[in-house]
T-cell receptor
Framework: AQSVTQLGSHVSVSEGALVLLRCNYSSSVPPYLFWYVQYPNQGLQLLLKYTTGATLVKGINGFEAEFKKSETSFHLTKPSAHMSDAAEYFCAVSEYGANSKLTFGKGITLSVRP | EPEVTQTPSHQVTQMGQEVILRCVPISNHLYFYWYRQILGQKVEFLVSFYNNEISEKSEIFDDQFSVERPDGSNFTLKIRSTKLEDSAMYFC?????????????FGNGTRLTVT
């Protein structure tokens, strides 16, 4: 069975600081990994995905994530936080491609201080 | 950019009543899904639908739930007799056929409140 662990529920950074949101997964087969962002009163928007190939994946809004099989991790980073990055971030895993079910982590709320 | 559209944005219903949540997936997408998020909890998979039939469902998706694609554009989730614990945000999603390059596109959700 697949699962996702996102430790902590809230991360607060200063504007311009590094953003690091952690995600660890468990999967019995090579996983497909995703980060979604949810702004208040909106749906889930895809930030980036890892399917196969290059382990460093770049997404929208300057975010990137690195798939590390040995650490079963897929941490999300952004070099310089912007106020508009304040949102809830969800890591998700799928075992058979995006067309099979996604298992989500519980999400992390990112706050950005001026 | 094409979007998944969900209506209504907020639905209030009384316990025991039937409710239908509606979704218009992106037009060239062939896989359709419902997920839900109870307040403060994880986003949970309910059901996936492809080629006019359910392809996978979770243990949450019991006989009280059903899905339908009544025409070429809509995808609905019906809850026959709502319970208090059905109160949640329900998300519809869709994706294209090619698994390796696809990802789910989500709607903005319908907040269902059962009183």
């Amino acid at each position: 069975a697949q699962s996702v662990t996102q430790l902590g529920s809230h991360v607060s950074v200063s504007e311009g600081a590094l953003v690091l949101l952690r995600c660890n997964y468990s999967s019995s087969v090579p996983p497909y990994l995703f980060w979604y962002v949810q702004y208040p009163n909106q749906g889930l928007q895809l930030l980036l995905k890892y399917t196969t190939g290059a382990t460093l994946v770049k997404g929208i809004n300057g975010f990137e994530a690195e798939f590390k099989k040995s650490e079963t991790s897929f941490h999300l980073t952004k070099p310089s936080a912007h106020m508009s990055d304040a949102a809830e971030y969800f890591c998700a895993v799928s075992e058979y491609g995006a067309n099979s079910k996604l298992t989500f982590g519980k999400g992390i709320t990112l706050s950005v201080r001026p | 950019e094409p979007e998944v559209t969900q209506t209504p944005s907020h639905q209030v219903t009384q316990m025991g009543q039937e409710v239908i949540l509606r979704c218009v997936p992106i037009s060239n997408h062939l896989y359709f899904y419902w997920y839900r998020q109870i307040l403060g909890q994880k986003v949970e998979f309910l059901v996936s639908f492809y080629n006019n039939e359910i392809s996978e469902k979770s243990e949450i998706f019991d006989d009280q739930f059903s899905v339908e694609r009544p025409d070429g554009s809509n995808f609905t989730l019906k809850i026959r007799s709502t319970k208090l614990e059905d109160s949640a945000m329900y998300f519809c999603a869709s994706s294209v056929l090619t698994a390796s390059n696809s990802a789910l596109h989500f709607g903005n959700g319908t907040r269902l409140t059962v009183t």
